[in-house]
């Protein structure tokens, strides 16, 4: 009988470990030569199950899927350590070999590590996670290396694959001298790992699925074909504007986007894209990222915005000029929570975990939607789904939407992971705001191309597109709940819609039930509520703003980005300084009319005691509407000026200077210590010389593990929950609890982000009390129960919306 990799569920058929490795080093090699590392990652792929060439696991897995009946010895075969082990022993020993040593370790780890997440080079206090596995022995280690020799490749093939490996991580050294070793390695490591992770969980899908490889349309052409309805849609667009009256606005429309389209042919690298709110940023980065795409053949076009609310209508914009869904993935939040997917016990046979984990969720799509939450997991969260799609960043077109929310603790970690993705991974990355962040004054700063804004004379275009006037209300009077409301119906009685925009939900939802009491249409948005929810609330107000009637939106900032709505009148909580232009985006937004007033204002009311940064832009905001008042002519006499926003930056970043590393208090080290520091300056390779009283033989020491364990993009770890909203919704969650095929539960996950939302600790523990929520899957997905969403507010903790008893 053959060494067995796997065996499928539907038919028993045997996948042998000769085959499942050479397919795996195959994929590999296809996403290791993106960077210029192809062997590298054909080796983790071919090394990475040579430990089921053994009779234990042979046995083991004939028995768990022929003979469950007999006593088991789950997760007692290791199989994982056996390629790295491997590595070390041929590799790893006697006088240092600098690129040999490197090699064994950052693809034995990714090989040991591939049922988990990357072990520690070295961790807390002074442990080594990667040597303790390496310097083991398991079961029957002998009689997996003789036997891969004998049926994947020779020794001597072996040490001429590792030589070509050792050549090409000398090649990769050398490129970047801006970075050091330490970051170039670490980076390395987590490229290796991904690739590693995909291609096994792609692999190993098709071998259950019984399917080949699909025969890929050449991106090129699909991306011309995109640009061709782009163009079609652009000059409809065009041609509308003329017919309601060209304005100067219109035209700058008109010019930036032709602008992007010239900017196509500029060698990959670093760039900002600085049109104002209501320029037309979607569709003119759009095309820049399709010529792009085409002339210098990238892979894929991947969207990177702050909030999940900006994913649907952009996505919905896109896909309506495209018209291919089936290449368009929406990419919220991670419906299954993989953190502790420590399975090694399971691979061979189809459990349900299995599937889920091979669910395919990958990034693959020719065009991604994702967050900026989503993005800082593939490089730096543990759980191997979110590194999994970190190959695919490489050679893409990357367009990150309203830059300037990226998280304040994570800039650092942001702008290393975005150099790499240049110099190394061959992609371009697009800037995109109205309110461009200083990115470039921080200690570990963003390599922005000299010369690197698209837009040109922007100063004079952010004049010509100047629709509002800001009255600061926020400088002396505090308002109350009282006195909001009478600011509202006063507007109200001289314009026909006004937004307010507050800095917290419990605001947001008691503003909104007591203006619910005035006979005026009020809407209200907020995270709260799922994806597909909002964009009914959203449709409904759009609806009274087309017919010009009357009414109220009140939100929190998540209507700030990207949502394309305008308002004659905008109230805005005074909050950091692009907050307050973003809002202001959102009235007069197509400048139809003459300046329409944006109302600042401090609003008493709000909590902001746990909103740290908040509060300090807020400050700094403050100060500067009171220079304004005292000095007119001050930041070109206007304080959304470019000028103004980029004294702002400046001032809130050094502010908050300590936290830009990602501060981890309980280990009193920060997020970049622990992957990029050099030995002379690691204490944990110091405490591991006093206290051991002997050398480290490792050229790395990122604390892999340790650093994925306390990262969390939103500190206190959100839980993401499905939402049984409208009958599709509840669909998706009957059909997700039948499922069974790993095609199927792709597919239907996919569908699932729409009707996702992301709970609080303190909130799923509340509706466990309630009996709230129910977990599918063997626990892998939650589900709100009918009574703990609410057709007003969306997820209600409390478990007491009307329909409490009508279900379940």
Partial sequence: MDYIAHIRESDGQIQSVEEHLLGVQKLAESFGEKIGVKHIAGLAGVLHDMGKYTTLFRDYIWNAVHHPELPSRRGSVDHSTAGGKLLFNEYHQGNPDMHNWMLSEIIGNAVISHHSYLHDFLGPPHVSGYLKRVESTPEQFQQSVDLFFEHVMSKEEFD???????????????????????????????????????????????????????????????????????????????ENGKEHGSTIIQQLRKEMSERCEQHASAPSGI??????????????????????????????????????????????????????????????????????????????????????????????????????????????????????????????????DEVQKVPVSCV???????????????????????????????????????????????????????????????????????????????????????LIVLNTKSVVRELYMALSLREIPVYHLSTSMCAAHRKVILGKVKDHLIREEKVICISTQLIEAGVDISFECVIRSLAELDSIAQAAGRCNRHGRDELRQVYVINYGEENLKYLKEMSIGKEISRKMLIDLKSNPKIYGGHILSAEAMECFFKAYYTELQANLNYDVPELKKDMVELLTVDRHNNTYYKSYKNELEKELELYNLHSYRTAAKHFEVIKNRTTTVLAPYSKEGR????????????????????????????????????????????????????VLRESAYNEEFGFDRHNESPMRDAFF
């Fill in 160 to 238: 001429q694959y590792v030589k070509k490996a050792s050549e090409e991580l000398a090649a990769y050294l050398q490129r970047d001298s801006s970075s050091t070793r330490e970051n170039k390695l670490m980076f390395l490591g987590k490229y290796i790992f991904s690739s590693l992770i995909d291609a096994d969980r792609t692999n190993t899908r098709q071998f259950e699925e019984n399917s080949v490889p699909e025969d890929k349309l050449d991106e090129c052409v699909r991306f011309q074909n995109y640009y061709e309805k782009l163009m079609v849609r652009i000059h409809e667009l065009q």
């Fill in 731 to 782: 669909e998706i969650i009957a059909e997700l609890n039948g499922a069974g095929t790993i095609e199927q539960l792709s597919r239907i996950l996919r569908r699932a982000q729409q009707y996702s939302i992301n709970l609080w600790r303190y909130e799923l523990d509340e509706l466990n009390r309630n009996d709230g929520v129910e977990a599918l899957l063997d626990g892998k997905v939650l």
């Fill in 412 to 498: 650092s970690l942001f702008n290393k992971a975005v150099n790499f993705l240049n110099v190394y991974g061959n992609s371009s990355i697009i800037l995109c705001s109205a309110t461009q962040p200083a990115l470039e004054f921080v200690d570990h700063k963003l390599h922005i191309q000299a010369e690197g804004e698209i837009v040109e004379n922007l100063e004079q275009v952010i004049n010509a597109f100047r629709r509002v006037e800001i009255i600061d209300k926020a400088t002396g009077e505090i308002f109350d709940q009282g006195m909001l409301e009478q600011l509202v119906l006063e507007r109200l009685s001289e314009v026909n819609s006004v």
């Fill in 271 to 400: 760039y900002t894209l600085s049109i104002p709110t209501g320029g037309g940023k979607t569709l003119a980065s759009f095309r820049y990222a399709l010529q792009h795409a085409i002339q210098k053949k990238k892979k894929r076009i991947i969207y990177i915005v702050p909030f999940t609310t900006i994913i649907e209508q952009n996505a919905e914009e896109i896909r309506r000029i495209i018209q291919d869904d089936a290449h368009l993935l929406e990419h919220h939040s991670n419906v299954i929570d993989d953190l502790d997917d420590n399975d090694e016990s399971q691979d061979g046979y189809m459990t349900k975990q299995q599937k889920l984990k091979h669910a395919k969720d990958n990034w693959a799509s020719p065009v991604v939607f994702t967050t900026m939450v989503q993005f800082l997991n593939v490089f730096y969260a543990k759980g191997s789904r979110n590194i999994r799609r970190l190959h695919h960043l490489a050679e893409s077109v990357i367009i990150v």
